[in-house]
Nanobody
Framework: QFHLVESGGGSVESGGSLRLSCSVP????????IAWFRQAEAKEREGVASIESDGTITYADSVKGRFTISADNAKNIMFLQMNALRPEDTGMYYCGLAVSPLVDPLKADYMDYWGTGILVTVLS
């Protein structure tokens, strides 16, 4: 079992910024995908951004140009820098880990492990 822990959420005015962090425990797999997902109330969980073990980065169209995903491999931490936030970015944000190559790294069903989530609220 791998326990992922998110931090850095909170409330911010529209147009503001937040940085989320996800602590990812060291694990013995050479191939992986780690990603951020979010879930608004009464909506399905959707992929936001991902990093794969080969360095490939993928963003959802809704966040391109505003969000940046990065990772500090030495410290096993993944970040999501969120700028120009909008009210529609509000939701629970989760980090997910898949231990095998993925055709679609932003598909929630493919994740093997999840964090417990952290709330982001963007005020209009």
């Amino acid at each position: 079992q791998f326990h992922l822990v998110e931090s850095g959420g909170g409330s911010v005015e529209s147009g503001g910024s937040l940085r989320l962090s996800c602590s990812v425990p060291a694990y013995p797999y050479d191939t992986y995908s780690i990603a951020w997902f979010r879930q608004a109330e009464a909506k399905e969980r959707e992929g936001v951004a991902s990093i794969e073990s080969d360095g490939t980065i993928t963003y959802a169209d809704s966040v391109k140009g505003r969000f940046t995903i990065s990772a500090d491999n030495a410290k096993n931490i993944m970040f999501l820098q969120m700028n120009a936030l909008r009210p529609e970015d509000t939701g629970m944000y989760y980090c997910g880990l898949a231990v095998s190559p993925l055709v679609d790294p932003l598909k929630a069903d493919y994740m093997d492990y999840w964090g417990t989530g952290i709330l982001v609220t963007v005020l209009s």
